[in-house]
């Protein structure tokens, strides 16, 4: 059974710059999440998405965005990018909205550097 | 203050110690306890569940939550080198109910723990 699949696994992009980041959920997952992790605040949740809808978002600008199509997969988009940017971008699937603490499978995220 | 405190180590210690690793949170609404264990360059993958307090064993690991304190553990017996890693602890109030309203996981920082042949 394939795990959950982010695409790129890096990526090196510059201040002021857009960027979009790939999420394909493990199959018959239909809750896709997002969260950044950097060395200074951990894991922090961006937002998720369950049958197409973003059901909660976290505390970030509306810099960052996201959306899931009708297969599951998802992106996210960050725009004008700034150094502060740079993080491990993690995407997670579960078979229910609402339940990070059940079948919650993490991919190898995407690494953002930001120069 | 965060609501997940974890102090981020490094931890370093010979292979067959017994490891404790801890975290304490500030919001008396967390229900549900989660130790996650992540290797470099992977994400994050859950290791042990727990449901309020109590104690929880699988294998070499031991969970443990004292809702009382608002403080998690975690316990290694007999550490290997295969266990260095960063371990993450993570907890959230939700159920396991489909409800509207998604909730999210709230994460400690994470300890990097070094088991030393």
């Known amino acids: 059974k394939a795990g959950v699949t982010q695409t790129p696994r890096y990526l090196i992009k510059t201040r002021g710059q857009q960027v979009t980041l790939s999420c394909s959920p493990i199959?018959?997952?239909?809750?896709v999440s997002w969260y950044q992790q950097t060395p200074g605040q951990g894991l922090q949740f961006l937002f998720e998405y369950f049958s197409e809808t973003q059901r909660n978002k976290g505390n970030f600008p509306g810099r960052f965005s996201g959306r899931q199509f009708s297969n599951s997969r998802s992106e996210m988009n960050v725009s004008t990018l700034e150094l502060g940017d740079s993080a491990l971008y993690l995407c997670a699937s579960s078979t229910y909205s609402g339940t990070p603490n059940y079948g919650y499978t993490f991919g190898s995220g995407t690494r953002l550097t930001v120069v | 203050q965060k609501e997940v405190e974890q102090d981020p180590g490094p931890l370093s210690v010979p292979e067959g110690a017994i490891v404790s690793l801890n975290c304490t949170y500030s919001n008396s609404a967390f229900q549900y306890f989660m130790w996650y264990r992540q290797y470099s360059r992977k994400g994050p993958e859950l290791l042990m569940y727990?449901?309020?307090?109590g104690n929880k064993e699988d294998g070499r690991f031991t969970a443990q939550v004292d809702k009382s304190s608002k403080y998690i553990s975690l316990f290694i017996r007999d550490s290997q080198p295969s266990d260095s890693a960063t371990y993450l602890c993570a907890m959230s109030y939700q159920t396991f109910r489909i409800i509207q309203g998604a909730q999210k996981l709230v994460f400690g920082q994470g300890t990097r723990l070094t088991i030393n042949p």
């Open positions: 727990t449901y309020s307090s």
């Open positions: 199959s018959g997952h239909r809750s």
